[in-house]
């Protein structure tokens, strides 16, 4: 690997470190725009304003917001994301099961998904126009319009509650055997392979539909290469970029979807942990749960940024 | 005779018929004839040169030979017989077995049609390999001495290059070699030169002419341009939409043309423009004129004056890179130059397009190469035309739909064509409502930005005449920006050839075009193909004596 | 001007579905059987020809509920999207034609808040705002904004290069001419499809919101708020709230499919240009 392409990723990852930070404050201050504040929040409407006071001191409300913001990113950097206000728990500790959680139902979830969307998008391609094709982008279009929920109550409404076959509550616990874990984890993590399936795929098709109307394509064919030898030798190479690409962009949509989904089947991950707190107006761990979904979510940007540049061959092989 | 002539016939196409179905917006798919029972012969060894307008179907019948079609084309009649047997019968195994091996094919833009992704070598070889035909050390020796022969630079390492670390002249010539490195019997060019710069292209055409000579093989040469074909090839084919028009001897074909068309295609740069003196006093001057774009060092002009008379035309001719459309940019104030100041009537026009007042804008207007794209689509014609004389003369209502047909006429389309949008004209007429609105605003100049160069020759020619009745009528300048010096030849007063961003060489007409030349003038203007068989070797003799006078 | 023949099938049934679920939010008072809080029977009494859809978690109207839902998603969905589209749309455009620092400064900002994903950053604000209908607008139209600026700033960058608006500019033209005469009757084609997306978008971040309890409050409903209340249905094997999950996908299917077909006349209508 040559220097250009070093040191257009080590840019990209510089930038993406400043892109957190950059979003690290926009979260800050996103939790700073209310009126009244969390020593009111914690408190009530009825608190008298002596106690108040005395939480807002306990808190360090009264130093000026910028002062907060460092002693949180502070904080955050050195891995102390401070304590839940509600249950007063340190939310570092809290987090780490569930965020493994998370990252399991995730893997599995994408471990499906991906492949499936790459395969169903190179038979659109194939059979493009005809009625796989329409078929494929007729559910595509339908599945994008679906709301997780639908997607996620239907298949508990037949799988768990009709048939009965898989649980329609995803309870896990530590130390749970690894086959009775995936058998928790089937429906919600269905429901996630269906929520970004449909997407995934179109922008496969895409993506190899573009590089197949290319003119090498066509050179290709003229010189007697078999279809599968064109797309094997002359269109993959050219379409891994944008298909790690179109993988990447997709498992970040992921991250939204599993808010959702852990919701509907009560899976302890952070999704749920999330909701669970902003609904409790728990501004700390708010704030250090919406820091690592954005820092994952940008992370994978980042990694199909890379992705791209790697798989150019002008980077590779400047001039 | 009929015997001989039968066994060193290499392919014999018979009253080929090609459709395809298109989709127009809002209609049902419709199916159009694209080749209408067109039957040609090639022999062994042989070039035929397919000519024709856009639309003429000249590749569609290159690609039929290998028994492809682009994008839902398909042959629906005829016979394609390739060394004895119709093609079209062997099916996709058939047509797989054949390309490549039988038939190779050389793509207008070799950029694009290299993989990025792998190096020259692999792909120059690989079809070699795919048939079988030899082994990959054969190949690859084979493939050396064909860039060799093609006179590419470092022919034993080029081949371990990617295609964007190669030249556009280059990539061409590889291009070639790739496609004969199969030895194959038969190789369609598809316009292999159309898209480099004329001093570039001699030197590819001469490397395609020895090649095909010294290896013997036969091809399709397509390309709409008769000059160029006439250098390479044995016989012309003159196609237009679809249908044979005249097929002969390429001396036949040029030197005594049967149809009115081929001679109309022959003629097609005849026009007759005597140049006039220029007058006392330049109305437009550009003095020292330097500039770049955006804060770069990379000068675009550089020190660069011309003047320009009433009513003359002023041909800035260079190629791809030489800073004459910055000229013009530099002129209109698009692009503010960084030193140097045009005066108009004796007094300096601002720079910046923003400073400067109406009626300065209304003497300069601009005339661009892509007629589709300098038109609001959803305006109509009369809207177009009308907005000059609304902006700069307040000319509205029945008074300017009066001079709205006035301009129409004088560009040669009824007043019918007021209420009509930009995309239901052809080519020709879309360039003509350009005139008309840069007309409108009566000015004393007009930039005409490579006018002619995205249009078929006929229709160019059209344009061309037409510019010169209206400068006599209207007594306006013109500054043509152009890259064709055959189009130069017959519009301009006066000459600037430019290279690099300077200009090398300026003057009247008559001037810049008599001997001695500086050397670049020289090598552009013996670059310009001739109608005339040998007149490729003879450039080439040429310049290998000048450079061995160096 | 439009033939209704030549309307494709999947489009002129997207137009009335939509038109049905619009009529249905309008003249939501006349058309439900019932009131919206009004309790008239069991829980979740099953479907009969009394209560076509049945009844809910507290004994309620389905049918009523989920016309009156119509008419709350509707509502907010639509002021949703006016507002990012009319916020997106002039920032973009403004961006677009004045470049420079205002547009470095715009294009940065939105590059940061596209960096998280909506529904965090939604969620991130709403656990501090106060829950009512005026937040939810706002919070859901200047999210969403982002991404109309991004494709009304693209779609007028690509035309402000066209040859035809710099002829406007050599002509002397100002910049009212050029946005309102040369950029937007070519941009309005593609924004309008996009407007159809966006409201459909507008109305699955809505529905999920309620649906995580964190949209309209009770005791008003919009369908995923209805969603969340009947949930606890689906383990006994009671559908309710698979209805009004089944209305969102609905609405949003019909709306896809009419700015499907609005999105093809468009790139036909680009074909037609060259």
């Not at chain 1, 840019?11 to 470190?17: D, E, N, S």
């Not at chain 1, 094709?133 to 559910?139: E, H, P, R």
């Not at chain 2, 793509?107 to 992704?117: G, K, L, T, V």
């Not at chain 3, 939604?122 to 209908?133: D, E, I, K, Q, R």
Request: overall charge neutral; hydrophobic content about 50%.
């Amino acid at each position: 690997m040559s220097s250009p392409i070093l040191k257009l990723i080590a840019q990209r990852i510089a930038l993406g470190i400043v892109l957190l930070l950059a979003v690290s404050v926009l979260i800050f201050a996103g939790t700073q725009i209310l009126p009244g504040d969390v020593a009111q929040a914690i408190l009530g409407q009825s608190a008298t304003p002596v106690s108040l006071a005395n939480l807002r001191e306990q808190l360090g409300l009264n130093d000026p917001a910028y002062l907060r913001y460092f002693r949180w990113l502070g904080g955050v950097v050195t891995g102390d994301l401070g304590t839940a206000m509600s249950s007063g728990q340190d939310i570092a500790t809290s987090i780490s099961g569930r965020l493994w959680n998370t990252l399991f139902l995730a893997f599995w979830a994408a471990v499906v998904a991906v492949p499936l969307a790459i395969i169903l998008g190179l038979i659109a391609v194939r059979y493009r126009n005809g009625w796989v094709d329409k078929l494929i982008s007729g559910l595509a279009l339908a599945s994008t319009s679906f709301p997780e929920f639908f997607i996620g109550y239907v298949l508990v409404y037949f799988f768990a509650v009709k048939w009965q076959i898989f649980p329609g509550i995803s309870t896990v616990y530590e130390g749970m055997p690894f086959l009775e874990r995936m058998q928790a984890i089937a429906l919600p993590a269905t429901a996630l392979t269906l929520v970004v399936l449909a997407h995934m795929m179109r922008m496969t098709r895409a993506a190899i539909l573009n590089v197949m109307q290319s003119a090498y394509v066509e050179t290709a064919e003229l010189k007697g290469l078999s279809a599968f030898n064109v797309i094997r030798r002359h269109a993959f190479p050219n379409a891994i970029a944008p298909i790690i690409n179109v993988v990447m962009l997709n498992l970040a949509y992921l991250i939204v979807g599993v808010v959702v989904v852990e919701v509907i089947f009560v899976y302890p991950g952070m999704g749920q942990y999330l909701v669970d707190h902003v609904t409790k107006r728990d501004v700390p761990v708010v704030q250090a749960v919406g820091l690592i979904f954005a820092a994952v979510y940008i992370s994978l940007n980042i990694i199909a940024d890379i992705a791209a540049i790697v798989a150019n061959p002008r980077l590779r092989h400047p001039k | 005779m009929a015997d001989q002539q039968k066994k060193s016939v290499l392919l014999d196409i018979r009253n080929l018929r090609i459709e395809a179905t298109v989709y127009p917006p809002g209609e049902p798919p419709k199916n159009i004839v694209l080749v209408h029972d067109v039957s040609l012969t090639l022999e062994k060894g042989k070039v035929l040169g397919l000519i024709g307008e856009s639309g003429a179907g000249k590749s569609t019948i290159g690609l039929s030979s290998m028994g492809y079609g682009r994008g839902g084309v398909r042959i629906t009649g005829g016979e394609v017989i390739l060394n004895g047997r119709d093609i079209l019968k062997g099916g996709k195994e058939g047509f797989r077995k054949l390309r490549g091996r039988e038939v190779c094919y050389v793509a207008q833009s070799a950029a694009a049609a290299f993989n990025p992704a792998h190096k020259l070598m692999d792909q120059v070889v690989e079809a070699t390999l795919l048939h079988g035909t030899a082994t990959r050390a054969e190949a690859e020796k084979r493939a050396v001495a064909l860039f060799k022969k093609l006179s590419l630079p470092n022919p034993e390492t080029i081949g371990e290059r990617f295609p964007h670390q190669v030249s556009g002249g280059q990539l061409q010539r590889v291009m070639t070699a790739m496609a004969l490195c199969s030895e194959p019997d038969l190789i369609v060019f598809d316009e292999p030169t159309t898209a480099l710069d004329v001093t570039t292209q001699i030197d590819v055409l001469a490397a395609i002419k020895d090649a095909i000579r010294d290896t013997h093989v036969a091809a399709l040469y397509i390309t709409h341009d008769l000059a160029v074909v006439a250098q390479v090839s044995d016989e012309i084919m003159v196609l237009r939409h679809g249908r044979l028009v005249e097929w002969g001897g390429t001396r036949q074909i040029i030197k005594e043309p049967r149809q009115e068309y081929t001679n109309a295609l022959v003629s097609v740069h005849e026009i007759e423009h005597h140049e006039q003196k220029p007058g006392t006093t330049p109305f437009l001057s550009v003095k020292n004129v330097t500039a770049a774009y955006g804060r770069s060092h990379i000068k675009v002009l550089k020190n660069v004056s011309v003047d320009i008379y009433p009513g003359q035309t002023l041909a800035v001719v260079g190629e791809s890179g030489s800073g004459k459309s910055t000229l013009a940019r530099a002129i209109t104030g698009l692009l503010p130059p960084e030193e140097g100041t045009v005066t108009f009537d004796g007094r300096p026009l601002a720079n910046r397009l923003a400073d400067r007042p109406k009626e300065d804008l209304r003497q300069l207007q601009m005339i661009y190469q892509m007629a589709d794209v300098a038109m609001n689509p959803r305006q109509t014609v009369g809207t177009i035309i009308g907005r000059p004389l609304e902006f700069y003369f307040g000319i509205r209502g029945r008074e300017r739909d009066k001079r709205v047909a006035e301009l129409l006429d004088k560009i040669e389309m009824g007043k019918g064509f007021s209420d009509r949008y930009p995309a239901e004209l052809s080519g020709g007429q879309k360039q003509r409502v350009c005139i008309a609105r840069s007309l409108a605003a009566k000015p004393k100049l007009i930039i005409c930005d490579e006018v002619t160069s995205a249009l078929d020759p006929l229709v160019a020619n059209g344009i061309l005449k037409l510019l010169l009745e209206l400068q006599k009528e209207e007594n306006v300048a013109y500054l043509f920006i152009t890259h064709d010096l055959a189009t130069v030849k017959s519009i301009a007063d006066s000459i600037a050839v430019m290279y690099r961003g300077e200009v090398v060489r300026y003057g009247a007409k008559s001037k810049v075009l008599t001997p001695p030349f500086d050397a670049y003038t020289d090598l552009l203007l013996s670059s310009v193909p001739e109608m005339e068989i040998g007149w490729l070797e003879k450039a080439i003799k040429g310049r290998r004596m000048a450079s061995a006078g160096n | 001007m439009l033939d209704i023949k030549r309307i494709p099938i999947p489009a002129l049934i997207g137009i009335v579905l939509t038109s049905l679920f619009v009529l249905a939010a309008i003249f939501a008072p006349f058309i439900a059987p019932h009131g919206n809080g009004e309790i008239i029977g069991d829980v979740w009494e099953p479907m009969s020809s009394a209560h076509w859809l049945g009844t809910d978690n507290l004994g309620r109207d389905l049918l009523s509920r989920m016309i009156y839902g119509a008419r709350i998603t509707l509502f907010i969905a639509v002021l949703a999207t006016a507002l990012s589209f009319s916020l997106g749309a002039i920032l973009g455009f403004s961006a677009a034609v004045f470049g420079g620092w205002y547009d470095t400064l715009l294009s940065r900002l939105v590059d940061l808040l596209m960096s998280i994903p909506t529904l965090i950053m939604g969620l991130v604000v709403l656990s501090v705002l106060p829950t009512n209908l005026v937040t939810l607008i706002l919070v859901m139209g200047i999210l969403d904004s982002t991404r109309v600026y991004r494709l009304s700033r693209a779609v007028a960058v690509d035309i402000n290069v066209m040859d035809y608006v710099e002829a406007a500019k050599l002509r002397g033209e100002g910049s009212g001419w050029i946005i309102f005469r040369e950029i937007l009757p070519n941009a309005l084609s593609p924004l309008v499809s996009e407007l159809g997306l966006r409201f459909i978008y507008a109305v699955l971040f809505l529905s999920t919101l309620s649906f995580l309890g964190l949209g309209v409050q009770p005791p008003d409903a919009d369908w995923g708020g209805m969603v969340k209340e009947n949930k606890d249905g689906i383990v006994f094997g009671i559908g309710a709230a698979l209805i009004p999950a089944a209305a969102i996908a609905m609405l949003a299917i019909s709306v896809n499919l009419v700015a499907d077909w609005v999105l093809n006349r468009t790139t036909s209508l680009k074909g037609g240009r060259g």
